[in-house]
């Protein structure tokens, strides 16, 4: 098939861009750098920048590639001629980088492009961060006043990272202001995984032989892997040991108390700030989001669904249903709101407004069967978007404890009953739906990843893009782009630091396979892309792996984002890298 994309013959290399500006682009363009994609943290981050960047007409590419290695091409490739600004997750290279400086340095390879640190402070660098002390003492408190622990263990993450850091002290600080002597044996160390945490139960309680009330965790992976390693001991969250957390992490599985750290909105702002750099809107130099306690049951407390909806009815009173409920109006929106923190849907208030009004011309007779079907229909919406319905009970929770007061009616209170017991059944059929789905369309897609293994036998680069293209639109991945690297080092672990040519090898957009010639088409590197290939009638988020083999570097594999899968990804990556390293195994020539 032909593209309708001008295509510079391979033969004939296009005239570098000049060093000095950087390519000219239709759209706004910005470099998203992390780490990991794989973990809850990152895959939140980059939807939050991706979902804005997106609303706001702006090109995406994220790097997720290591940050910290001294050779690493597609880190280094990103500049000025390629995009707008840099996203940094700076909070994960300070988890093995503590030096202010060094970490200033990092970001000195992508001037004069503006840029914005995630979670470390750095200097002379626009940084957004979290207050991770207000949630942490918050939770540290409860467990102080409320529960009466004395004896609480802390599970801590890398020493270098600065959030970590700061939460430890804050633990340190909580212990003091309530007369609790600070024991470091009650201190164990961990690196934010689930393992980390298991280890340090085993070094609490298997080799230190702590008595312990309560354990804290830095984050919830650490905290999970706590939970875990406790039951497999037979001793029970929570009545044996409560267990607290740091991230609001809710694909855990645990019912667990913990700090909700806006991790979505982190990634938002970010490209907020950055698209304001861009348009020279004056942005403060550091900005930080706050953190809240979430009590769940691994505390020992009863969860929000269950204590939110206690209220009791105002039945005698001499006020009509309806006047009441317009009087609770701005107070009930306001609750649905914060009641709905953990739903990426709180982006805006419309829902709120819609569920009320319908609940309130339900229960008062103006338009009976009303509620129901407004709520399956912002259900429905929530399922479109791929959200996850975890967090409705606790909304219908709210709306009944905001409202049942204003039932002054038996026969109100019974049909407001009788709507709230319908909304949780149709929530709770709503989350067995999309789980089922989820595990239908895992399975699906696992056959479909087993179809793409296929290209390993490919006999040439034309063959292997060929093979590898045709799988695509079944796995939901509308765009992709392969590169190699022109003339890579030999040598065992070796790669360009930052190579002058690359090729393009595989080109597919929108259900179109771009055919190039057999060798691909040459382009300066600098590029990423070769000009004129993303398109301009619509933003794209294009993630990019380097294709290995080994530590050895062959080139970049870009993928439009689709599904939020990390393995599809990886998966996709390998079975690209493996055959391309042996069909490459002489450089290509211009």
């Known amino acids: 098939m032909s593209s309708s994309v001008p295509i510079v013959p391979p033969h004939r290399p296009p005239d570098p861009q000049p060093d000095s500006g950087g390519r000219s682009r239709s759209r706004t363009s910005f470099a998203l750098m992390i780490e990991h994609y794989g973990d809850w943290y990152g895959q939140t981050i980059q939807r939050g920048v991706s979902d804005f960047t997106r609303e706001n007409g702006a090109h995406l590419i994220t790097v997720a590639t290591s940050l ?7 880190r280094d490739l990103v500049g000025q001629q390629n995009v707008d600004g840099v996203i940094v997750v700076s909070s994960v290279i300070s988890n093995y980088e503590k030096d202010p400086q060094r970490l200033a340095a990092f970001f000195s390879r992508y001037e004069p492009l ?21 949630g942490m003492a918050e939770a540290l408190r409860h467990l102080v006043n409320v529960h009466g622990f004395r004896k609480i263990a802390f599970v801590r993450g890398p020493e270098a990272n600065a959030e970590a850091e700061q939460r430890f002290q804050v633990y340190k600080d909580v212990l003091t202001e309530n007369g609790i002597a600070y024991n470091p044996d009650l201190v164990a160390s961990g690196d934010w995984s689930p393992l980390s945490g298991a ?10 032989k702590c008595e312990m009330q309560a354990i804290v965790a830095a984050d919830d992976a650490m905290a999970a892997g706590v939970i875990e390693a406790l039951h497999a001991r037979g001793l029970r969250v929570p009545s044996d040991i409560a267990v607290v957390g740091f ?12 700090v909700h750290q806006p991790v979505y909105m982190l990634g938002r702002k970010a490209a907020h700030m950055l698209l304001d750099i861009v ?3 004056d942005v403060p130099q550091t900005v930080t989001l706050p953190t809240e306690m979430v009590i769940r049951r691994s505390c020992g407390c009863f969860v929000a669904d269950v204590t939110n909806s206690v209220a009791q009815p105002a039945v005698g009173s001499t006020q009509a249903p309806g006047v009441l409920l317009a009087q609770r109006r701005e107070t009930t929106l306001g609750a649905l709101m914060n009641s709905a923190r953990g739903l990426t849907s709180g982006v805006n208030s419309e829902w709120t407004e819609r569920l009320f009004n319908a609940f309130v011309r339900d229960v008062t007779g103006e338009a009976r069967g009303e509620f129901l079907p407004t709520l399956d229909a912002i259900l429905v919406q929530e399922w479109m978007e791929h959200r996850a319905m975890t967090g409705w009970q606790n909304v219908i929770s709210v709306l009944r404890r905001e409202l049942l007061p204003c039932m002054t009616l038996q026969e109100t209170v019974a049909d407001a009953e009788n709507l709230w017991h319908q909304a949780r059944v149709l929530v709770g059929e709503a989350a067995a739906r999309m789980h089922a789905h989820q595990q239908e369309q895992r399975a699906i897609q696992a056959m479909r990843l087993m179809n793409v293994n296929s290209t390993f036998f490919s006999k040439d680069l034309k063959s292997l893009a060929d093979a590898f293209a045709q799988k695509l639109p079944s796995l939901g991945i509308d765009r992709c782009y392969a590169v190699t690297f022109e003339d890579p080092s030999t040598g065992s672990g070796s790669a360009p630091a930052k190579p002058e040519w690359s090729r393009l090898v595989l080109a597919y957009d929108e259900e179109e396979h771009i055919e190039l010639s057999s060798e691909g088409l040459r382009f300066p590197a600098k590029q990423l892309i070769p000009d004129d290939f993303l398109p301009d009638y619509r933003p794209v988020s294009l993630m990019a792996l380097h294709l290995n083999k080994g530590e050895k570097v062959l080139g970049i594999i870009f993928f439009e984002m689709g599904p939020q899968d990390a393995h599809l990804y990886e998966t996709l990556r390998r079975q690209f890298s493996e055959p391309l390293f042996r069909l490459t195994q002489t450089p290509l020539t211009s």
């Open 199 to 208: 280890m340090a139960v085993h070094t609490l309680k298997d080799v230190r």
């Open 68 to 74: 910290r290695d001294e050779v690493c091409p597609l």
């Open 279 to 281: 348009r020279g809107v």
């Open 247 to 258: 991230d609001n992490d809710l694909g855990l599985g645990f019912s667990l108390t913990t």
């Open 114 to 134: 503006p840029c914005i640190s995630i979670g470390v402070n750095i200097p002379n660098v626009h940084s957004l961060l979290i207050d991770n002390r207000a």
